[in-house]
């Protein structure tokens, strides 16, 4: 394993949950602050390099749930570049 850890992505990743159990997936049901939360996650989660299977995982989760309009292909090439870094298939 490289000096890189995914402790930073990770760390997201379990407030992203944490955010999302609490609206039951319905992000109608929190309040502005904790929907503006879960958003900037979303956000800096897809812009962190993930260097580990755990990471990687943890990162699609949250994309997969942000359901981002991808139309330009910008996230997919992102997480592809992740799948290479650890040696995940695509």
């Known amino acids: 394993m490289t000096a890189n850890t995914d402790n930073e992505l990770l760390a997201m990743a379990?407030?992203?949950d944490a955010l999302w159990g609490r609206c039951?997936?319905?992000?109608?049901?929190?309040?502005?602050a904790a929907l503006d939360a879960l958003c900037t996650l979303?956000?800096?989660?897809?812009?962190?390099?993930?260097?580990?299977?755990?990471g990687l995982a943890a990162k699609r989760r949250v994309v997969e749930r942000a359901a981002f309009d991808d139309g330009d292909g910008i996230i997919a090439a992102i997480l592809a570049l992740d799948a290479e870094r650890v040696g995940a298939e695509r």
Do not use: K, M, N, Y
């Open 42 to 54: 979303e956000r800096h989660l897809v812009a962190t390099p993930a260097f580990s299977q755990a």
């Open 14 to 16: 379990a407030r992203h």
């Open 24 to 32: 039951g997936g319905a992000t109608e049901a929190i309040d502005g």
